[in-house]
C-alpha cells in the first residue's frame, strides 16, 4: 500500500546518487517531495509583443527562421543567436553562457523562450528555453529553490512523477468546516495547483491554502503541547511570602512597576499545580537577571533546587558570580558545571547536587548530561533560550519531577508575534529599564570617518573608561572573520599601544584562552578589546562605555542592538559608533533605525520587517519553523487565526473521534505529540 512516508527511491529513475542529492534538499520521502514548493512562479503565457514594454520579462513563441549561431570568446563564454518569427514579427533571440542550447534549436521548429524584451533592437536577451513538452503550456511556471545537485527540470520530473502515482493517498488534514469558512481547497487539488498551475490566480489560492494549513498545523501543535503542560502535574512551590518579601526589600533598589509585575505572574505559576511554562522577555540592561533571582529564591526556601542554563561558559560563570553575591548570607548554595571542569571537580559537584548541598545549579548544557542528578529540581531557567535546541530545553525539563520552566531571552520580539511563536508558553515581558540608566547614544560614521572615531575613542580611554572594537563580519565563515579580527587587532594596536593595552576574543580560542582575556578586560588589564561577534551575548564590564563596530551594515538589526547592548552597563554615558558605508536601502534603514531608538522592541519591529521573521526568532535554534509558504510577519493576521482556530478545535468535545478530523489526529501523532484530548 502507498503512502506518503515511503522513501522517494521508490520513483523511477532514483537511486542511490540521486536520493543523496534529493537529501540535500531535505527531500528523503515522497511527502517530502509533495511539500517542497516553488519558490515563485515565471508567467509562461506567450505575450503579443506589440503590447509589451522595453526591459520587460516575456515569454515568447515562435518558429525558428534561421540556423542558430555560436559565438565563443574567453573561458567558458559563449553567445548563441538566432532568428524566430513571432506573428507578423522577425526577432532576435540572444542566449549567453547556454551553447548546449545550439542542439535544441531547429529551423523552422517551434520553440519558447523567456527572457527581457529590447523594444529598440527587437530583441529577447533569453536565459530559459522550455523544453519541447512544456511549450504548449500557459500560465504560471513553478521555480523551485535548487543547488548544483539537482536541476530545475529534474526536480519538475520528479514531482510529476509523484504526484501522478501518491495523489490518491494525499490526505486533507484541515476540518471541513475550517474549509468552507475560509474557501480552502482540499490538499490535493492545493498540492497540485502549488506545482502545475494553470494561470497565477490558482497558484495564488494554493498558496494561500497551504499558508494557512501550515500556520494551523504549527499553531495546533504548540496548543497540544500548552494544554499538556496544564495537564501536567508540577511541583506546587508553596514558598513563604515574608522571606520572600524580606529578600526583596534587602535587593539594594527599588524594583521597576515592569519588574515587578513579572514577578507577580511567575510566583503566581509557582504556586500553581501545573507545571509553568514561561518565556520572559526583556531588553538589554531591562534587570532580568533580578527577577530570574527572586524566583531562584522562591523556589529554594521552598525546599527546591533550582538550575539556570547559559550558552557560553563566559555567561554561566558571569551568572555564577553575580547571583553567588546576591545571595550572599542567605541559605542559597551556588555551584558551577561547565566542560572544562576537571573530571574529580565534576564527581565531587557532582555529588553535591544529587545530596541536594547545592541547590543553585549553574552550568552549560553540561547540566544535562545523563550523570547529573538532581535532588529535587523546582526550577529550570534557560537564559538566551533562542540559542538552544528544542531537545536540549526538553531534557533539562525532564530532569526532576516535571520543574517549572523559565526562558529568559534579550531579543526582543514584537508581543503580538511573540505569543504566536512561543504559543506553548505564556509570555511576560519586561518593557521598562531601571531608573537613572543614560539612553547609549549611537553614531553613524562613514568608513573614512575612521581616525575622528578613534581620536574619539582615545579621549574615553584617557578618561579611564574601556572599549569594544568589533571586527567587520566577512561573511558566513569563522575562520575568515577570525582572520579579520587578527588584522583589525594588529592594526589597532599599533595605533593605541603603549599607552592601551589592546586584546583579542574570537571564537577560535580555546575556553581557558577566552575567559583569560574576558577576565584581563574586565580587571581592566586591558583597554581595547576587539573581538568577532563572540561577545553578542554574555559580556558584563560596567567600565565599558564605547562599542565601535566595523561595516555595521553587515549585520542584522537585531545583532547590532544586542552588541550596543554590551555597554550602558554603568553610571558613565555610553556610546555606541557604527562605521558603515551601506549601499543598499536596507542597510541605510538599519544604521537610521540604530540612531533613532533605544528601544528592543522597535528595533525587533523594524528587523522583522526588513529581514522578515526568520532571523528574529532564530528558527534553526528555537524551534519556530521555517515556514514553507507563510509569512509570519507578512500574514500575522492569518497566523494568529489559526492560532484561534486550533485552540477552538481541541475544545471541541470528542473532536479526534470525528472521521473528518482522523488524518489530522494521525498526523499528530507521527509528530510525537502526546495529545490530551479530553
Not at 548563441?80 to 542550447?101: D, E, H, K, S, W
Not at 545550439?102 to 533592437?121: I, Y
Not at 553575580?322 to 555551584?335: D, E, I, N, P
Not at 557532582?350 to 548541598?357: E, L, N, P, Q, V
Request: hydrophobic share 40%; with cysteine.
Amino acid at each position: 500500500m502507498k503512502s506518503l512516508q515511503d522513501p522517494v527511491s521508490v520513483l523511477k529513475g532514483v537511486g542511490p546518487k540521486r536520493v543523496a542529492d534529493l537529501a540535500t534538499l531535505g527531500i528523503d520521502t515522497v511527502g517530502d517531495l509533495l511539500t517542497y514548493y516553488p519558490a515563485r512562479y515565471d508567467d509562461v503565457t506567450p505575450v503579443d509583443l506589440t503590447t509589451v514594454k522595453d526591459r520587460q520579462k516575456v515569454t515568447v513563441q515562435g518558429t525558428v527562421v534561421s540556423e542558430p549561431l555560436l559565438t565563443r570568446f574567453g573561458y567558458r563564454r559563449s553567445r548563441l543567436a538566432f532568428r524566430v518569427q513571432v506573428g507578423q514579427q522577425v526577432i532576435m533571440v540572444t542566449f549567453f553562457n547556454q551553447p548546449y542550447l545550439e542542439k535544441r534549436v531547429e529551423l523552422n521548429k517551434p520553440v519558447t523562450v523567456m527572457g527581457k524584451w529590447d523594444a529598440q533592437r527587437l530583441q529577447v536577451t533569453a536565459n530559459k528555453m522550455l523544453a519541447a513538452g512544456d511549450q504548449e503550456k500557459t500560465g504560471a511556471g513553478a521555480v523551485y529553490p535548487v543547488n548544483k545537485h539537482i536541476r530545475q527540470a529534474t526536480l519538475r520530473s520528479l514531482i510529476r512523477q509523484a504526484f501522478d502515482e501518491y495523489q490518491n493517498v494525499i490526505p486533507t488534514l484541515l476540518p471541513k468546516k475550517l474549509r468552507d469558512q475560509y474557501r480552502l481547497m482540499d490538499r490535493r487539488e492545493m498540492i497540485h495547483d502549488l506545482h502545475f498551475p494553470q494561470n497565477a490566480g490558482l497558484a495564488k489560492a494554493a498558496r494561500r491554502t497551504a499558508a494557512y494549513e501550515e500556520f494551523f498545523l504549527f499553531q495546533l501543535r504548540l496548543q497540544v503541547i500548552r494544554q499538556a503542560n496544564r495537564q501536567a502535574s508540577g511541583n506546587r512551590i508553596l514558598y513563604h511570602n515574608d522571606e520572600l518579601k524580606k529578600f526583596i526589600a534587602g535587593i539594594g533598589f527599588e524594583l521597576t512597576g515592569a519588574q515587578k509585575r513579572v514577578v507577580n505572574e511567575i510566583c503566581r505559576d509557582l504556586r500553581e499545580p501545573y507545571q509553568m511554562n514561561r518565556l520572559l522577555q526583556g531588553d538589554v540592561g531591562s534587570g532580568k537577571t533580578i527577577v530570574a533571582a527572586i524566583a531562584i529564591y522562591a523556589t529554594i526556601s521552598a525546599g527546591y533546587q533550582a538550575a539556570l542554563m547559559a550558552p557560553t561558559e563566559i555567561l554561566a560563570a558571569q551568572h555564577a558570580e553575580k547571583l553567588s553575591k546576591v545571595f550572599a548570607g542567605t541559605h542559597v548554595h551556588v555551584g558551577l558545571l561547565t566542560g572544562s571542569l576537571t573530571a574529580k571537580q565534576h564527581r565531587e559537584l557532582g555529588k553535591a547536587i544529587k545530596t541536594g548541598a547545592i541547590n543553585l545549579i549553574i552550568g552549560t548544557h553540561a547540566l544535562i548530561q545523563d550523570d547529573v542528578e538532581y535532588a529535587n529540581l523546582g526550577l529550570v531557567i534557560t537564559d538566551e533560550q533562542h540559542r538552544f535546541g528544542v531537545n536540549q530545553r526538553q531534557l533539562l525539563r525532564e530532569k526532576g519531577n516535571n520543574p517549572d520552566v523559565l526562558a529568559m531571552t534579550a531579543t526582543p520580539i514584537p508581543r503580538t508575534l511573540a505569543i504566536t511563536a512561543y504559543g506553548e508558553m505564556d509570555v511576560s515581558v519586561i518593557d521598562e529599564l531601571p531608573a537613572g540608566r543614560k539612553p547609549i547614544e549611537t553614531r553613524w560614521l562613514k568608513v573614512s570617518q575612521q581616525n575622528e572615531a578613534l581620536h574619539f575613542l582615545s579621549d574615553q580611554l584617557a578618561a579611564g573608561a574601556q572599549a569594544y572594537i568589533v571586527s567587520p563580519l566577512i561573511e558566513e565563515s569563522e575562520a575568515l572573520d577570525v582572520q579579520n579580527a587578527t588584522d583589525l587587532y594588529n592594526e589597532l594596536a599599533k595605533y593605541f599601544e603603549p599607552a592601551y593595552k589592546v586584546g583579542l576574543l574570537h571564537g577560535r580560542m580555546s575556553g581557558d584562552e577566552k575567559d583569560a582575556v574576558m577576565h584581563d578586560f574586565q580587571e581592566g588589564k586591558i583597554q581595547v578589546l576587539v573581538s568577532t561577534t563572540v561577545i553578542e551575548v554574555g559580556v558584563d564590564n560596567p567600565n565599558a562605555t564605547v562599542m565601535m563596530i566595523y561595516n555595521a551594515d553587515r549585520f542584522g538589526l537585531a545583532q547590532l542592538h544586542q552588541l550596543r547592548g554590551r555597554v550602558g552597563r554603568g553610571d558613565r554615558q555610553s556610546y555606541c559608533l557604527l562605521l558603515a558605508d551601506p549601499k543598499t536601502d536596507e542597510g541605510k534603514a538599519r544604521m537610521k533605525t540604530m540612531i533613532e531608538t533605544n528601544d528592543g522592541f522597535v528595533v525587533a519591529q523594524k528587523d522583522m520587517e526588513l529581514r522578515g521573521a526568520g532571523d528574529v526568532l532564530g528558527n534553526k535554534q528555537s524551534g519556530v519553523p521555517d515556514f514553507k509558504v507563510g509569512d509570519p510577519v507578512g500574514d500575522l493576521k492569518m497566523l494568529q487565526i489559526a492560532r484561534q482556530d486550533a485552540a477552538d478545535l481541541l475544545r471541541t468535545p470528542h473532536w479526534d473521534e470525528q472521521d473528518d478530523n482522523q488524518p489530522l489526529v494521525l498526523y499528530l501523532h507521527r509528530h510525537q505529540l502526546e495529545t490530551h484530548f479530553d
